[in-house]
């Protein structure tokens, strides 16, 4: 599995910011997909993620902002980000993991894409 996310960038406070995973091979919709973050000195915090049929979770600190979605057909998830504040400034990696549960842990996410640098400036 190669997870590979894209879309970030430089952003002013209140602006929005797409980002894009592509997951390698098949089974797409099997699979959970995640998205977490990490400033640092930090340890990486799940944001969001969701499951096949579109069951979706979000950390507090995102809910209402930011919505994810799923192309089951591109193999692609994304994660919309709306309102920017500067304290999302972080890098967002997306993740996958095989199952049912959206999990919140890293731990639980065997597969990991790169990263993408998000900056959000006041």
């Known amino acids: 599995v190669q997870l590979q996310a894209s879309g970030g960038g430089l952003v002013q406070a209140g602006g929005s910011l797409r980002l894009s995973c592509v997951k390698s091979?098949?089974?797409?919709?099997?699979?959970?997909m995640g998205w977490f973050r990490q400033t640092p000195g930090k340890e990486r915090e799940f944001v969001a993620g969701i499951a096949n049929r579109g069951r979706k979770s979000y950390a507090d600190s995102v809910k209402g902002r930011f919505t994810v979605s799923r192309d089951d057909a591109k193999n692609t998830v994304y994660l919309q980000m709306n309102s920017l504040r500067p304290d999302d400034t972080a890098v967002y990696y997306c993740a996958a993991r095989e199952g049912s549960l959206i999990q919140t842990r890293t731990a639980d996410y065997p597969w990991w894409g790169q990263g993408t640098q998000v900056t959000v400036s006041s």
């Open positions: 091979g098949r089974a797409f919709s099997s699979y959970i």
